[in-house]
C-alpha cells in the first residue's frame, strides 16, 4: 500500500498512462560555501565578493522557485558545483514543499562545477561517463529508470562552452554516442542538458572560423545525427543510429534557452531516441517541449541571471536566478 501511495503522489496518470514531466536547467554557477580551491575568484566562499551566508541562501531559494515551479518528475542540472551544494538545493525544495526522493552528481572530476540530477522516480543506476581526463571536460551523467516495467536512460550533458572550438563538442558527442552504442539505439534514451549548440549548429557556426575548427562538422548535428530530422514529431522519418532534437516540434520563434544582447539563442536541447517517437511503452507527447518563460524570469529584455557586480572588486547583489532558462518536456508510459 506505501508503494502503491507513493506513486500515486509522484505520477500524474490520465486513462491508465503515466505522464512523466522531464526538465533540465542549467542553474548558473551554483557553489557551495566550502572552500576546494577550483572556485571562480568570485565564488570564494567568505571573501570580498561577499558570496556568504546570506547570499548562498538566497541564491538557493530563488533556484528552489524555479524548479518548484517547474515540478518535474525528474529534472537535470547543469553547473552544480558539488554533492554539498545538490543536497542544500534539495532541502531548500523540501522546505519549499517540493521533495525529491532521489539524486545523483557525476562529481568524480574536480571540475568546477558538474552535472547532476534530482528525482521523484527512483532509478536502477547512475554512472558517470569520461569524455577525456583533462580538467576542461566534464564528465556526463548516465542515469537508468525502470518505470511501469519500462527501462528509460537519461543522459545529462554540459559540454564545452563556445570559448572554445567545434572540436572540442565533438569530443564530448563521440565519447556519449559510443556509450549509446553499448546501449543500443532501440532503446529509450533521452539527451538532455547544456550542449552549447544550436539545434541547426551546422548552419550557426559555418561562418565563424574560431568555432569551425572540423571542417564543418558538429558534435550535436553530425555525431548525434538529428541534422536529417527537421520536422516535427509527428513527421519525423526513421533515421538509424540517430535523435531527434525536440526544438523542431515547437514553433521557431520559441525555441531558445539563452539571449544575447537580446537575440535569443539555443544552448540547452533535448534530444530523444527513435523508439521515444514511436507512442509505444515510453513515448514522447507530442508539442509539450518547451522553455519555462516565466515573467520573473526576465528583467528589462533580459533573462535575469544572478547579479554580480561589474566594479573591479565583483560582488554578489543577492539578486536574480540563472542566465539560462530550463527546457521541459512530457512522456506518456503505458
Not at 580551491?37 to 538557493?60: H, V
Request: with cysteine; net charge positive; charged share 25%.
Amino acid at each position: 500500500m506505501k508503494i502503491l501511495f507513493f506513486t500515486l503522489l509522484i505520477y500524474t496518470s490520465l486513462f491508465g498512462e503515466t505522464i512523466l514531466k522531464i526538465a533540465t536547467y542549467n542553474v548558473e554557477n551554483l557553489f557551495d560555501l566550502e572552500t576546494s580551491g577550483y572556485e571562480y575568484s568570485e565564488y570564494i566562499p567568505n571573501s570580498t565578493s561577499e558570496w556568504n551566508q546570506k547570499n548562498y541562501k538566497i541564491k538557493l531559494k530563488n533556484i528552489a522557485q524555479v524548479i518548484k515551479d517547474i515540478d518535474a518528475d525528474i529534472i537535470a542540472l547543469e553547473e552544480v558545483e558539488s554533492l554539498q551544494a545538490l543536497l542544500d538545493l534539495r532541502f531548500a525544495l523540501k522546505q519549499s514543499g517540493l521533495y525529491y526522493g532521489y539524486y545523483s552528481i557525476a562529481d568524480k572530476k574536480n571540475t568546477t562545477v558538474k552535472v547532476a540530477l534530482l528525482s521523484k522516480v527512483p532509478f536502477v543506476y547512475s554512472k558517470e561517463i569520461s569524455v577525456t581526463q583533462t580538467y576542461e571536460y566534464r564528465n556526463i551523467l548516465e542515469t537508468k529508470f525502470n518505470i511501469n516495467g519500462k527501462e528509460l536512460y537519461i543522459f545529462v550533458n554540459h559540454w564545452k562552452s563556445k570559448s572554445g572550438a567545434e572540436s572540442q563538442r565533438v569530443l564530448c558527442a563521440k565519447s556519449l554516442m559510443k556509450r549509446v552504442k553499448e546501449i543500443g539505439f532501440d532503446k529509450n534514451i533521452i539527451l538532455l542538458g547544456d550542449f552549447n549548440s544550436d539545434y541547426e549548429e551546422y548552419l550557426k557556426f559555418a561562418k565563424k572560423r574560431e568555432h569551425n575548427d572540423t571542417d564543418g562538422i558538429t558534435g550535436i548535428n553530425h555525431i548525434l545525427g538529428t541534422i536529417n530530422q527537421r520536422n516535427s514529431a509527428l513527421h519525423v522519418n526513421y533515421q538509424k543510429e540517430s535523435f531527434y532534437n525536440l526544438w523542431y516540434d515547437t514553433d521557431e520563434d520559441k525555441r531558445y534557452s539563452y539571449l544575447y544582447r537580446g537575440k535569443k539563442e539555443v544552448l540547452d536541447n533535448i534530444l530523444i531516441s527513435q523508439s521515444l517517437l514511436n507512442a509505444k511503452d515510453v513515448s514522447y507527447i507530442h508539442n509539450t517541449i518547451s522553455n519555462f518563460n516565466k515573467e520573473y524570469l526576465f528583467k528589462k529584455n533580459n533573462i535575469y541571471r544572478w547579479q554580480i557586480s561589474k566594479a573591479r572588486v565583483k560582488k554578489h547583489k543577492g539578486q536574480g536566478y540563472s542566465d539560462h532558462l530550463p527546457l521541459v518536456a512530457r512522456f506518456r508510459v503505458d
